[in-house]
């Protein structure tokens, strides 16, 4: 048998009516939500699945931006397109620049901080499971970041900036669907 072919006692997933065979966004097509949550941080939403708990972003940061402290309850996988950043807490790390992968464990907390030096925008991309608990100064929990925040927050900031809410990848069984709008 050819290593390459799938054997005929096994169902192509493909005729399952249920499941698709891939999503694709464009993540040029789509939006950035500005100042999303912070100055500085541009972030677009291309996958949100409540059920798994999953979101997956595209987020743009001004140089010298620096988010709150954050626990992450899941697993990050983040990928550096341009520009350059550390978590302040991981001073022996190497800086993530364009092309690096980086994988965070569940229960990791830090301080994300983009490089004052970086010329442009760095640019990220990351999937994250589970949630973001975002600290205060003394380690209390004060916002959650998740999959279902992201559903809410991100279609009402590009209203309130006057940009079209597009589909995205979205929900337990993998399809195109319209985030909720907010009035």
Do not use: C
């Not at 100042?35 to 979101?55: N, T």
């Not at 965070?104 to 901080?113: I, Q, R």
């Amino acid at each position: 048998m050819s290593t390459n072919s799938i054997p005929s006692a096994v169902p192509h997933l493909n005729t399952l009516p249920f499941v698709a065979t891939a999503l694709h966004v464009g993540t040029d097509d789509l939006p950035f939500a500005d100042d999303f949550g912070a100055p500085g941080v541009r972030l677009k939403l291309l996958a949100a699945d409540i059920e798994s708990g999953m979101f997956a972003v595209r987020i743009r940061f001004a140089p010298g931006v620096q988010l709150p402290p954050h626990h992450h309850t899941g697993a990050v996988h983040a990928f550096t397109l341009s520009g350059e950043w550390t978590y302040l807490e991981h001073k022996d790390s190497a800086p993530s620049t364009a092309g690096s992968y980086l994988y965070e464990p569940p229960g990791t907390a830090h301080t994300l901080k983009i490089a004052d030096h970086n010329t442009g925008e760095t640019d990220v991309f990351f999937v994250i499971f589970g949630a973001m608990l975002i600290l205060d100064e003394q380690g209390n929990i004060v916002a959650k970041l998740d999959a279902e925040s992201h559903l809410r927050d991100w279609p009402a900031a590009l209203l309130a900036q006057g940009k079209q809410v597009p589909a995205i990848i979205q929900g337990g069984r993998a399809r195109y669907a319209q985030p909720a709008r907010s009035a």
